[in-house]
């Protein structure tokens, strides 16, 4: 664009007229008449342009105080939950404090417990046996039970019960180092076995029985035959005949012929009779004692001479006399053992395995607690 020459007002005055002002002013060159166009879309682009930043401004402005008030509006919202949020933290604190001092205090009753757990347990190991050593225990009160049956009474049948006893609590422990004593075991009740069964609490009862049946027995100086019935009375006798026939039977009685056919029986006076019962009953009481004591010589000894005493001096068609022979003989004639086993091998066994039990404990050395 050209430059464009102007005159200031103030160079030159204006005149009366305004003619006389455009005659005044220079001629324009031809391409001058385009250049107020140009300032005037210049100036519309201008507004336009001022206009639009203003708009922009505007909104801009208006976006700004938007997004105050949402930052405002949110921040007071986290001032809020803030507040909200530290007010909740010392809630929680407090009852953390309260949760930390009740655990403080239940870890203290735990451990207090605890304590008070370990030294009854230990005050228990102290006291009571563990199961082992209760069934060691029990063993060996059955085999000291056994042994005594064995040893007093020579109860063979009361020993192998005990043993059988024994064994089955053995093996309920079922431990490696019980091995040696169930072996023992095993042999002797095998031992136990092999003896001939003798019922001495039976043979014992019959004898009780015998014993008891003494003063019943009929002497054999007692025994009488059945009188004869005297005749009927003649329905026509006279009262002379009657008297003759009378006499004559008193006559009979007091004399009276009898055919034995054994020798005659020992005539034993009344005061005797009691002793001879006595001394019967002593020998059976002898015979009882030998029989429990497992003395076979003796048993027989006794039990055949009341066998020959009732035979002697009692009446032998009696039946309780029969049936007290028969059973004396009976006894005589039972085989007792000869020799009864003892359970002495099981016993050292079980001392054994107690032994080294025993030195076990002492042998470790004490955990640290």
Do not use: C
């Not at 005297?230 to 008297?243: H, I, K, Q, V, Y």
């Amino acid at each position: 664009m050209g430059r464009t020459v102007t005159s200031d007002p103030m160079d030159h005055p204006a005149t009366a007229g305004d003619s006389t002002a455009k005659d005044r002013i220079a001629p324009q060159p031809p391409g001058a008449m385009s250049q107020p166009v140009t300032r005037t879309w210049f100036a519309v682009l201008l507004v336009v342009l001022a206009l639009a930043v203003a708009g922009a401004g505007i909104a801009l402005r208006n976006a700004q105080r938007d997004v105050r008030m949402e930052v405002g509006k949110r921040l007071t919202d986290a001032d809020t939950a803030l507040a909200q949020a530290k007010s909740r933290e010392g809630e929680l604190a407090n009852e953390l404090r309260e949760t930390q001092a009740k655990l403080s205090l239940l870890e203290a009753r735990l451990a207090e417990s605890q304590t008070q757990q370990a030294s009854l347990e230990a005050l228990y190991r102290e006291l009571a046996p563990s199961r082992d050593e209760l069934a060691l225990n029990e063993v060996e009160q059955v085999l000291l039970l056994a042994s005594q049956q064995l040893a007093i009474a020579n109860n063979v049948q009361a020993a192998l019960a005990a043993l059988q006893l024994a064994e089955a609590k053995l093996s309920r422990v079922d431990r490696p180092q019980l091995v040696t004593l169930r072996r023992a075991l095993a042999r002797d009740i095998d031992r136990l076995k092999a003896v001939p069964y003798v019922d001495i609490a039976g043979m014992s009862l019959k004898l009780d029985q015998a014993i008891a049946a003494i003063d019943t027995l009929p002497l054999a100086r007692d025994e009488r035959l059945p009188a004869a019935p005297p005749p009927p009375p003649a329905t026509d006798e006279s009262t002379g005949l009657r008297f003759l026939r009378e006499a004559w039977n008193e006559v009979r009685s007091l004399i009276r012929i009898e055919v034995a056919d054994r020798p005659a029986a020992p005539l034993v006076p009344p005061p005797q009779q009691y002793f001879l019962r006595e001394n019967l009953r002593l020998r059976l009481l002898a015979a009882r004692v030998a029989l429990l004591s497992h003395d076979d010589t003796a048993f027989k000894a006794d039990v055949t001479a009341a066998s020959a005493w009732l035979k002697q001096y009692f009446d032998t068609r009696q039946k309780n006399v029969q049936s007290l022979v028969t059973n004396l003989m009976q006894l005589a004639a039972t085989p007792m053992p000869a020799e009864v086993p003892d359970v002495s091998a099981s016993l050292n066994a079980l001392r054994t395995v107690k032994a080294i039990r025993e030195r076990a404990p002492a042998s470790q050395p004490a955990s640290p607690r």
